[in-house]
């Protein structure tokens, strides 16, 4: 579906509207809600499931003015409102989760359960070393002739800077610089993280975001890597139903 968020012309996926709970997702960098339909079809009766597509992915149009965390959760406070959402888990994973933390910071009354997956919020333990290493070698690279040049930054750039638009990086190389690990000790919403044991992407960031965040719950998925809902689906997707029918419950 699309709707205009901002003059954004947004789009998302939903399956069963006008249930009393919703699980909105919020995906990671290079991905979009199409990475998250088989969620989405697999969620536990009584739940709304939204997939959004996040601002320059998927079919969602950019934000202006070279965004960051904050405003992307903006964006999703947008969406919200318009769509008149009650009883919301916010589910964000890696870049998504960063955004879900930085919403959960700011607008705690609007969200009942926050999932974190993978969550790319702590960046002074991995900030990016490879793009930030590209953005500041590029105008060096530039004396090279072009064949040279392509070769030694396809080397020191990331997957995520080498497969993102023009635009997108110009959003990576701000975000890779907003760091929440000061801050998550002021989240005050119930917490479920969902860690792969071999995510190599951000790796052991699990156990210390469960010791700062205040009422949360670590959940290992042992052999998943970064992306459990796409690599690991079986196992993730038991582990997070059980997770939302438990919050459920309590909130009955």
């Known amino acids: 579906m699309q709707k205009v ?8 996926q939903i399956v069963h509207p006008q249930e009393k709970h919703t699980l909105l997702i919020l995906h990671g960098w290079g991905q979009s809600s199409l990475n998250w339909q088989n969620t ?9 499931g939204i997939a959004l597509d996040l601002p320059s992915f998927g079919g969602t149009q950019p934000l202006p003015n070279n965004p960051g965390v904050p405003e992307y959760s903006n964006f999703v406070k947008s969406f919200i409102d318009k769509q008149k959402l009650k009883n919301v888990t916010l589910l964000g994973h890696s870049f998504g989760g960063q955004i879900a933390v930085d919403f959960s910071l700011r607008f705690p009354k609007l969200i009942s359960h926050l ?23 590029k105008p060096l690279l530039k004396v090279l002739t072009p064949g040279l040049y392509d070769h030694i930054f396809k080397r020191i750039a990331s997957e995520n800077y080498l497969k993102s638009t023009p635009t997108q990086r110009e959003i990576l190389n701000k975000i890779l610089y907003q760091d929440y ?25 699990g156990k210390l975001l469960a010791a700062k965040i205040p009422n949360s719950h670590l959940h290992v998925l042992y052999g998943a890597d970064h992306s459990p809902h796409v690599t690991f689906f079986p196992k993730f997707i038991f582990l997070l139903n059980t997770i939302i029918e438990n919050h459920v419950h309590q909130t009955i």
């Open 5 to 12: 968020i901002n003059d954004i012309l947004t789009n998302y």
């Open 40 to 48: 989405l079809d697999n969620l536990p009766p009584g739940i709304t």
């Open 115 to 137: 999932i974190l997956v993978s969550p790319a919020c702590i960046r002074k333990l991995h900030p990016g070393k490879k793009s930030q290493l590209a953005k500041a070698a």
């Open 181 to 205: 690990s000061s801050k998550i000790k002021d989240i005050s919403i119930p917490t479920s993280i969902i860690w792969g044991e071999k995510d190599t992407t951000i790796p052991y960031s």
